[in-house]
């Protein structure tokens, strides 16, 4: 993927021109900025395994072939699997295991609740980073301080969604102070490369079915129809879906958080948008519509931008940087990272045409691209949470319930982000 435009824009891009963006060279693992954490995969893995909750493993394949027999594709094949529906590519080159990045940034979040006139038996839960260790994002750790009578760490089945969960007897004087630490490497998509083993079929599955706000059929299916027209490739199908979800929303910053993630209701109406929930859900929506797998993935922005000051924060007040991302899979590639709500951001909030060259640069840029200064919480869709009756759309706030009743109120926390030295 090409990045010469991106390169050649205002210094606000400049960190495009280091090695760490630079799509055409591969990255050297550098030992003393990698987290202790971490394990570098082997060359040639394969295998469809999910990777451990702190660790990346990765398998050494072996092919059987018969002489003079008709070649039998097998799960170690170094041929890719016959890939899911809306997919083009059925024969792939041989998988590569990707470098991991050598440009990392820690960053320390610290939740802090503080009840105050609260009274009654008072649960809380608190959404945490991925629990599985990836190629641009690593939990290095939790502490907590405070006194509640029972605290401590959940797994749910979906998602890869963990939530530190605590309660009291009376909330009237309830105090907690967790902290996290995550490192995280800026991840971008090189399209001339095929580095990445099949993704396991259960979890392609998953990411082609609708979800409570999220529909796969219908009006989405033929909004996707007219969208990808006879475009064949995948690849090309994705990149015509963010370009016109681009074109067509629109970003309501007076909306609450991150919207409410409702793309039947956008679809109905043909009223596209709102905030990072409404216009990566409406992606993600027409991709599954079309054979493509895609998910929305949750999050928390956590410093600064060097792309535009409206895609980070502002000294260390995280509160409100939740923010929703999307990504899609193609076979041979893998997970493609990609941020069409960003920008439609950037043009609601630094007031940008649409033809200003560092727009246009930005708009190339987050199909393939993500700047970690945010960490990923889960990728959870009708979630379920422990003590919790009700089903929620998605995790992406702390959720707290007073005497059986949810209170959304965030004066009751506050979220404080700062990039450490480890």
């Given at each position: 993927?090409?990045?010469?435009?991106?390169?050649?824009?205002?210094?606000?891009?400049?960190?495009?021109?280091?090695?760490?963006?630079?799509?055409?060279?591969?990255?050297?693992?550098?030992?003393?900025?990698?987290?202790?954490?971490?394990?570098?995969?082997?060359?040639?893995?394969?295998?469809?395994?999910?990777?451990?909750?702190?660790?990346?493993?990765?398998?050494?394949?072996?092919?059987?072939?018969?002489?003079?027999?008709?070649?039998?594709?097998?799960?170690?094949?170094?041929?890719?699997?016959?890939?899911?529906?809306?997919?083009?590519?059925?024969?792939?080159?041989?998988?590569?295991?990707?470098?991991?990045?050598?440009?990392?940034?820690?960053?320390?979040?610290?939740?802090?609740?503080?009840?105050?006139?609260?009274?009654?038996?008072?649960?809380?839960?608190?959404?945490?980073?991925?629990?599985?260790?990836?190629?641009?994002?690593?939990?290095?750790?939790?502490?907590?301080?405070?006194?509640?009578?029972?605290?401590?760490?959940?797994?749910?089945?979906?998602?890869?969604?963990?939530?530190?969960?605590?309660?009291?007897?009376?909330?009237?004087?309830?105090?907690?102070?967790?902290?996290?630490?995550?490192?995280?490497?800026?991840?971008?998509?090189?399209?001339?490369?095929?580095?990445?083993?099949?993704?396991?079929?259960?979890?392609?599955?998953?990411?082609?079915?609708?979800?409570?706000?999220?529909?796969?059929?219908?009006?989405?299916?033929?909004?996707?129809?007219?969208?990808?027209?006879?475009?064949?490739?995948?690849?090309?199908?994705?990149?015509?879906?963010?370009?016109?979800?681009?074109?067509?929303?629109?970003?309501?910053?007076?909306?609450?958080?991150?919207?409410?993630?409702?793309?039947?209701?956008?679809?109905?109406?043909?009223?596209?948008?709102?905030?990072?929930?409404?216009?990566?859900?409406?992606?993600?929506?027409?991709?599954?519509?079309?054979?493509?797998?895609?998910?929305?993935?949750?999050?928390?922005?956590?410093?600064?931008?060097?792309?535009?000051?409206?895609?980070?924060?502002?000294?260390?007040?995280?509160?409100?940087?939740?923010?929703?991302?999307?990504?899609?899979?193609?076979?041979?590639?893998?997970?493609?990272?990609?941020?069409?709500?960003?920008?439609?951001?950037?043009?609601?909030?630094?007031?940008?045409?649409?033809?200003?060259?560092?727009?246009?640069?930005?708009?190339?840029?987050?199909?393939?691209?993500?700047?970690?200064?945010?960490?990923?919480?889960?990728?959870?869709?009708?979630?379920?949470?422990?003590?919790k009756n009700s089903a929620m759309p998605f995790l992406l706030h702390p959720q707290m319930e007073i005497s059986g009743r949810t209170v959304d109120d965030a004066a009751q926390y506050s979220i404080k982000t700062r990039q450490v030295v480890i």
């Amino acid at each position: 993927m090409k990045r010469r435009d991106f390169l050649a824009s205002a210094a606000v891009f400049s960190l495009f021109s280091s090695e760490a963006w630079a799509t055409k060279k591969q990255a050297k693992p550098a030992a003393t900025s990698k987290p202790a954490s971490s394990a570098k995969p082997k060359p040639g893995a394969r295998s469809a395994k999910p990777a451990s909750s702190r660790s990346l493993r990765g398998g050494k394949p072996t092919t059987t072939q018969k002489p003079q027999q008709p070649v039998v594709h097998t799960a170690d094949d170094p041929v890719i699997e016959r890939p899911p529906q809306g997919t083009s590519a059925s024969r792939l080159p041989p998988v590569k295991a990707p470098e991991p990045p050598n440009e990392w940034r820690t960053y320390e979040i610290t939740t802090t609740v503080n009840l105050k006139g609260k009274s009654g038996p008072t649960r809380l839960w608190l959404p945490l980073p991925l629990n599985q260790d990836t190629l641009y994002q690593r939990t290095l750790g939790h502490s907590w301080t405070g006194n509640p009578a029972n605290a401590g760490m959940r797994r749910l089945p979906d998602g890869d969604l963990e939530v530190f969960l605590c309660d009291w007897p009376d909330g009237g004087d309830a105090k907690l102070q967790l902290t996290t630490l995550v490192t995280t490497a800026d991840r971008h998509f090189d399209v001339t490369k095929r580095t990445v083993a099949p993704e396991r079929e259960d979890i392609l599955r998953r990411n082609l079915q609708a979800s409570q706000l999220i529909p796969n059929d219908g009006l989405a299916f033929q909004l996707g129809e007219r969208i990808i027209g006879r475009i064949k490739d995948p690849v090309a199908q994705a990149k015509a879906i963010y370009d016109w979800v681009v074109d067509n929303t629109t970003y309501d910053p007076s909306l609450p958080g991150c919207g409410t993630g409702d793309v039947r209701k956008q679809l109905i109406s043909g009223q596209y948008g709102g905030r990072s929930a409404d216009i990566s859900g409406l992606f993600v929506s027409v991709c599954r519509a079309v054979g493509i797998p895609a998910r929305c993935v949750y999050g928390l922005r956590t410093g600064s931008s060097r792309l535009f000051r409206s895609l980070g924060i502002s000294g260390d007040d995280a509160t409100r940087g939740q923010h929703v991302r999307a990504e899609f899979y193609i076979p041979g590639y893998g997970w493609v990272p990609v941020d069409p709500s960003d920008v439609r951001r950037v043009i609601a909030m630094d007031i940008m045409s649409d033809r200003d060259s560092k727009l246009i640069s930005l708009r190339k840029i987050l199909f393939g691209v993500w700047e970690m200064n945010w960490i990923a919480f889960n990728l959870g869709t009708d979630i379920t949470l422990p003590g919790k009756n009700s089903a929620m759309p998605f995790l992406l706030h702390p959720q707290m319930e007073i005497s059986g009743r949810t209170v959304d109120d965030a004066a009751q926390y506050s979220i404080k982000t700062r990039q450490v030295v480890i």
